[in-house]
Structures are given as C-alpha cells and as structure tokens.
C-alpha cells in the first residue's frame, strides 16, 4: 500500500485552505473542507441565486443523481440503498422510526452508544414500552461478544443498535464481527457509521447491516447539515417506512393511501439543501481517490504518535480502552479546568473540544470522571502540529502549577 509522500501531504494541505489558520485536530467533531467541496457548494448557491433553486436543482440533475452512485461505491452498495438526509442524527432518527415497536420489545444496544442514540432510545422507552438492554464490555473496553451473541438468542430484540466508533472516546468495536453474528436473523440491525465513514473502509457486505448512518462533516470533509442512510433490501422488502414519511418519500394515489417508494429515498423529505448534497459527493469522491485504507493506516500513525507523546505528560491520564483504537483520542487532568485548557490552546489557534460526563454517563461514570478533552487527527495532519500541540498543552499545565504554588 503506498504511504503518504511529504510532497503528497503538502498538496492536501494547499487544498485545505483552514490548515493555514488553524491546528485542526477537532476532525471527529467538523473537519476542513478541501477547495473542491467549498467550490462545489458555492457554486450551487450562486446558481440557486441567479436562476432560482427548483430550476438549479433540475440543471444539477445528473450531477445530483451521482451523488446515490458514489455513496453507494463508498459502502459497496447500490445506490438504491441510499437516502440524503440533513445528518447522522437526521438519518438514525428515521430509521429508529421506521421499526414497529410495541409494549414489551427489546432494543439491545452497548454501553458506549452515541448520546443521542441512547437519548433516542430512552423516549421510545417512555413512549411505546419497549426495554433497553445494554450488551457488556470486555474488561479491556468494547463489546463482548459472546454476551451480544447470548443476549441475541435470549431477548430476540427486536431492534440492536451500534455505535461504530463513539464520541467520547478512541474505541473500534468489531462491527465485522457483530455482523457475522447479527447476520440472518430477524433482528433489525441499525449501526452508527458517523464517526467511522471516511476513517476506515465500510463493507456492506461484511457489515450485514439493516441501516447504517453517516455525516458528511467529519472524516469525509464534508459540509455541516449533511449526512446519508443505507437502507437494506431486507428493510424496503419489510416495508419499513419513517414514522413522518412526506411527498418525496410516497406518493399520494387516493383520498386515503399513499404508497412508499420502491427504494431507500422513501427516507428523504421533499426540501433538502442540494448545495449540501453537491458537496457531500465530491468530499466522497475526494475520499476515494485518496484510498480509504491509506487514510486508515496515516490515521492510526498519527494517534498513536499523539498518545505516545501524551503519555509521557505528568498528570495526564488517557482514557481510551478497546483492543482497537481510531483517531479520537480521551484524555482528562485531574485537578483541571476543562475550559481553561480549550480556551488556552485556542488561543494558540489549536482546535479541541470537551465531552463532559452526561455525553457519556455510562462509559464516564465507569472511569470515573466528569470531563474530557478530545483531539482527532486526519491524514493532513503533521506531526509537528502534535508536537505544537503537545508544547502548549505543557504551558498551560505548568503555568496552572506554578499559580497553585504562588497561592
């Protein structure tokens, strides 16, 4: 597999105009759109504005088509298996709507889901009646799988849902594996590809899968406000529909039926923002023609830099667990402020972000903490950056000692 050359490295970095701002290292919360994607956007905004929206959307009809193509070569897939939505969230919420709960069915998902997963599974809980169970970690961190594997035969739930890579935190799970297991059972599986897509290869035909949800804004470099849903053969067979299916996603055929499109865009509203939609497909062409599985091992090498360099931090305690780990890293100072650490290295024009306790209750309550500080690094990223990084963050922690010993 060829390596990023530095030459290589440099020409992504000159098509990312942010990298002469800022130190990015908050890719897992909206990374930096390369040139390509910004032009892509603008230019159907300026379209949009000079000839009108309806009429820019039928002029951008072939390019707007490609988009369920790409996204379906990104997944392995058929385009037929994908919906355009305005988020991750947007796309798990209308799977998560479309399965037919009642009183009394399992949803069986891990400790580590995403917050608003298990935010989501909560309400279902207190609307329909239906009882989540949590699937255990294996002491190391992440799930167990001869327990998902007992929990599966046991409860039959109706719906299990994974959270690929978490928020809080730099653990894989083996979604490979849980699809083997998962595979050709009734159970529908919805898996949270958020933080994975555009960090690592995704096969649908390993994953086995029901649906799977993706933002366009973090690891694929796409814009904010967009996201996609695969949606299994299996799932449009079944009929499963969003709970607030509208105009794109049926058609109205008498006083009182309508009937649900053949395909995954029966998940789609009438008004989306094409513009998005424009620039989510050339973030994933942008993706491809680097080569996901060069990103991944670029990925790996500049985390594990990091944390080596972390480690070596007095004070510092790195909280990620798993037998794999991505680019996300967790790590918390006891004793410290967690805004006065992102406010200092902002002032350094360094890019983090905080997860506190309720981003994460079960897995935070666990180690026993109450904040993190996150960083996340892409294949653009330089080594030196951490280096600068990792400087600044040893001002501000000796300049916090030094205060304590004045007072």
């Not at 009183?103 to 809980?125: E, M, V």
């Not at 990620?320 to 006891?334: A, K």
């Amino acid at each position: 597999m060829r390596q990023f050359f530095p030459e290589e490295i440099v020409r992504l970095r000159e098509d990312t105009p942010g990298c002469s701002n800022v130190i990015h290292l908050n890719n897992a919360g909206a990374s930096l759109m390369p040139l390509p994607v910004i032009r892509a956007i603008q230019e159907h905004i300026e379209l949009e504005g000079n000839i009108g929206g309806y009429e820019a959307s039928e002029n951008m009809h072939k390019a707007i088509g490609e988009f369920y193509n790409i996204a379906g070569e990104l997944l392995n897939t058929k385009s037929g298996n994908i919906a355009f939505t305005a988020s991750a969230t947007d796309a798990f919420t209308k799977a998560l709507s479309s399965v037919p709960f009642k009183k009394g069915d399992f949803i069986l998902t891990t400790n580590d889901d995403y917050i608003s997963n298990q935010i989501n599974f909560l309400s279902i809980a207190k609307r329909f009646g239906v009882v989540i169970k949590h699937v255990k970690n294996l002491p190391e961190g992440g799930i167990d799988l001869d327990d998902l594997d007992k929990q599966l035969k046991k409860l039959n739930p109706k719906l299990m849902s994974i959270t690929h890579i978490p928020t809080n935190s730099g653990l894989v799970q083996p979604v490979e594996e849980i699809g083997a297991i998962i595979k050709n059972r009734e159970t529908l599986y919805l898996l949270d590809a958020c933080q994975s897509a555009g960090q690592k290869e995704l096969d649908i035909e390993k994953l086995h899968c029901d649906f799977l949800s993706v933002a366009s804004r973090k690891f694929l470099r796409g814009p904010r406000g967009a996201g996609f849903l695969y949606v299994s053969d299996k799932a449009l067979v079944l009929g499963l529909e969003p709970l607030f299916i509208d105009m794109r996603g049926a058609e109205w055929t008498e006083k009182d039926v309508y009937v649900p499109r053949n395909d995954a865009t029966r998940f789609e509203d009438w008004e989306f923002a094409f513009a998005l939609l424009l620039g989510t497909k050339v973030s994933i062409e942008y993706c491809l023609k680097i080569g996901l599985n060069r990103i991944w091992v670029r990925i790996q090498y500049l985390a594990a830099y990091a944390r080596t360099k972390l480690r070596e931090i007095n004070g510092v305690r790195l909280l990620d667990e798993g037998r794999e780990l991505c680019s996300l890293i967790t790590f918390t100072i006891p004793g410290f402020d967690a805004e006065m650490i992102k406010d200092g290295l902002a002032k350094k024009k360094i890019n983090v972000v905080i997860s506190y306790r309720n981003f994460a209750v079960i897995d935070f309550d666990k180690k026993g903490v109450q904040w993190a500080i996150r960083i996340s690094a892409h294949y653009f990223n330089l080594e030196s950056e951490i280096d600068f990084f990792i400087e600044q963050l040893n001002v501000i922690i000796r300049n916090k000692i030094s205060l304590k010993a004045i007072f």
